[in-house]
């Protein structure tokens, strides 16, 4: 939990005021011991109960006046003798996570469970990735746009889409920004677009939300490479800038000194092909032309220990928009890349930019040329080699933090079976 005398430099004997909210609390004859919380961490206070005006309770809002002591038994080294306390706004004494705490319990009151010092932590190292990542794309020159969340054709396949009456009509929510984002391709060259997708997963796996925040970069004239390029190096920008800013948190989470190696050396590129011989030694029934699993991306992940390219995949298993492989057209220029906690963060490819190769994928995938009537009109009007990808936000936090689920990287998670709070 962050320390908030550290945080805000507190030093011995200042008068303070800080106002946050009764994180923990006790009392010892007429004496309160009161950790007092705000976003900046906690700090243990002392008072007198003749100082107090109002009722105090756990999660009451409250204004402390009083000096600053050093203490070495305190948390932080330091504690605060209150002058006065004053209660902003009382708490009910019926606070849920009084009685007990589970996982159900941090899902049903999750609007309450975002005070927790784990959830504060989580969101604080969520909002430097995504700074990180933001101030990135600014430097190499990239737009921000905003593509639609309403769409009238799929992306990544049928058996995740929701749909939604649309005015009496059909239409589906979002599954990646990515064809709306090749549309940006000719106007502004280098676009990225932070959004949410919709993925309409009906299994239960510690990775799967179904609403998840997607940052999807394309890329005018890149080529499969430099998109492997691109990938690595804004990752490993978000890494460095967790490890640099925010060991103020780190501490609420496992030992996370492997990111330092992560972020030194260089991460594998493995095709496919060279994958499914890997994957063989454990699981022999594996053959060409199969998905790489959970159980098969954990497997040669953990072999590496680090995160993993695994590229050329089979055609048939991958997206119709993904460019075939000229020198074996059963492949395609795509990777999946894999990291250590939670397997596959990222999804990207070369994007097929010639107009008869691409109508030939969408039948090969038996989709229907109508649906995609206005990007196909992309490829008519002067089209240029392109690539980009696709990063799932809450699975680079179950890695970068070795997360047990993806439920904590976000504040209010969506599965099959919860969209409540
Ligand atoms: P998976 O095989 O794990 O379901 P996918 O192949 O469907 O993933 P893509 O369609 O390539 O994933 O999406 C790009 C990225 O979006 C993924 O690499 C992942 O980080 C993220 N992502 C995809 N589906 C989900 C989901 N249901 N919940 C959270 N993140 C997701
Ligand atoms: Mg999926």
């Known amino acids: 939990m962050a320390d908030l005398a550290t945080k805000i430099k507190l030093k011995d004997g200042h008068e303070v005021s800080l106002k946050g909210w009764i994180h923990r609390l006790r009392k010892l004859g007429d004496k309160y011991f009161v950790v007092l919380r705000n976003s900046n961490g906690l700090i243990q206070v002392v008072a007198n109960g003749k100082t107090v005006t109002g009722k105090l309770d756990v999660e009451a809002s409250i204004s402390v006046t009083g000096t600053v002591k050093k203490d070495e038994r305190a948390p932080g080294g330091f504690e605060l003798h209150a002058e006065k306390i004053e209660v902003i706004g009382e708490s009910a004494p019926d606070w849920p996570f009084h009685r007990y705490k589970s996982v159900d319990m941090e899902m049903d009151y999750r609007h309450l469970w975002l005070r927790s010092s784990k959830m504060q932590s989580v969101f604080k190292v969520r909002s430097t990735v995504l700074s990180a990542m933001r101030s990135f794309f600014e430097k190499e020159g990239f737009f921000e746009v905003s593509p639609p969340i309403f769409v009238s054709a799929a992306c990544e396949g049928g058996s995740t889409l929701f749909d939604l009456d649309y005015f009496g009509g059909k239409a589906y929510l979002s599954q990646s920004a ?111 032309g199969d998905d790489l699993g959970t159980e098969e991306e954990r497997y040669l992940v953990n072999k590496y220990g680090i995160p993993v390219f695994i590229t050329h995949y089979p055609r048939s298993i991958k997206s119709f928009y993904m460019k075939v492989d000229e020198e074996n057209p059963k492949v395609v220029l795509n990777n999946d890349l894999i990291s250590p906690h939670v397997g596959e963060i990222v999804g990207g490819s070369e994007r097929e930019w010639k107009q008869e190769l691409l109508l030939e994928n969408i039948s090969m995938h038996k989709l229907n040329p109508k649906d995609y009537a206005w990007y196909l009109d992309l490829r008519r009007y002067g089209s240029i080699p392109h690539s980009g990808f696709g990063l799932g936000t809450e699975r680079f936090l179950v890695s970068i933090l070795k997360l047990e689920h993806i439920r904590d990287a976000l504040a209010f998670p969506r599965f099959m079976n919860r969209v409540y709070p």
């Not at 000719?186 to 997963?201: D, G, I, N, Q």
């Not at 394309?218 to 920008?237: P, S």
């Open 178 to 288: 990515q064809l709306y984002l090749e549309a940006f391709v000719p106007s502004l060259e280098k676009v990225w677009a932070l959004t949410p997708s919709f993925r309409a997963e009906k299994s239960r796996t510690r990775r799967h939300l179904t609403e998840y925040w997607h940052l999807e970069p394309e890329v005018a004239w890149n080529n499969h490479e430099d998109n492997m390029d691109l990938q690595e190096k804004l990752l490993k920008v978000a890494m460095k800038a967790v490890m640099e800013e925010r060991q103020d948190v780190l501490g609420d989470f496992e030992d996370r000194s492997e990111v330092e190696s992560w972020i030194k050396d260089k991460w594998p590129r493995i095709r496919y092909d060279d994958a499914i011989d890997e994957v063989k030694a454990e699981f022999p029934k594996i053959k060409w």
